[in-house]
């Protein structure tokens, strides 16, 4: 079926920094979507994207939907201790029954 | 808004017991999903549905059951407990197209089997 490959698996990052993390698919995507999951809490939704070339804000976060509609980062600019939890992409595969897909996830912690 | 609501938080079961994990939605969203996160890992889907009176299986199915006699509920059974089975199961829901696909997640139930 179709996967997600997300990476990198986790990240050790310095309070201030940037981070970046990306997700792709030998598979066409529709929509492709990035969550949040705190210690303990059910994965919150950050940014959604529909259209190929996208590129969305929330905040310090960006993320874009990929031109070839394989792939999509998540970028987190000037990090905070609170960025701290497990970024997971998720997508709706072009075709077949629109379940989504989630890639296994990225472990961020941030040192102050 | 309460969302999506799963019940109970926590549990613990004995090995053979069984048990319903409850989940219910309040968006009138037609595709909802049952999955499991082992400590450090990612997501595995468990079962979903596309509607009411539809369900299908997902990754990792075997020893749960599922239901969906309405849209707000999905419920999902574990009939006879193993240790394999200590986890935490979130149940999330969402619209199956269009520019709303978003899905939504509830609290998570931590299950222990022992």
């Known amino acids: 079926g179709q996967q997600l490959n997300q990476s990198p698996q986790s990240m050790f990052i310095q309070e201030g920094e940037d981070v970046s993390m990306n997700c792709t698919s030998s598979?066409?995507?529709?929509?492709w979507l990035w969550y949040k999951q705190d210690p303990g809490e059910g994965p919150v939704l950050l940014i959604a994207?529909?259209?190929?070339?996208e590129l969305t804000s929330n905040g310090r976060l960006t993320a874009q939907f990929g031109i070839t509609r394989k792939d999509s980062f998540l970028n987190i600019s000037a990090s905070i201790p609170s960025d701290v939890g497990i970024y997971f992409c998720?997508?709706?595969?072009?075709?077949?029954?629109?379940?989504?897909?989630f890639g296994k996830g990225t472990k961020l912690t941030v040192n102050p | 808004n309460a969302g999506v609501t799963q019940t109970p938080k926590f549990r613990i079961l004995k090995i053979g017991q069984s048990m319903t994990l409850q989940c219910t939605q309040d968006?009138?969203?037609?595709?909802m999903y049952w999955y499991r996160q082992d400590p450090g890992m990612g997501l595995k889907l468990i079962y979903y549905?596309?509607?009411?009176?539809?369900?299908d299986k997902g990754e990792v199915p075997n020893g749960y059951n599922v239901s969906r006699s309405t849209t707000e509920d999905f419920p999902l059974r574990l009939e006879l407990a193993a240790p394999s089975q200590t986890s935490v199961y979130f149940c999330?829901?969402?619209?199956?197209?269009?520019?709303?696909?978003?899905?939504?997640f509830g609290q998570g139930t931590r299950l222990t089997v022992v």
């Open positions: 968006m009138n969203h037609n595709y």
């Open positions: 549905s596309v509607g009411a009176g539809i369900t």
């Open positions: 999330a829901s969402s619209y199956s197209s269009g520019m709303n696909t978003e899905a939504f």
């Open positions: 994207l529909y259209k190929a070339g």
């Open positions: 598979s066409i995507f529709n929509t």
């Open positions: 998720a997508g709706i595969p072009q075709g077949g029954s629109e379940k989504l897909v």
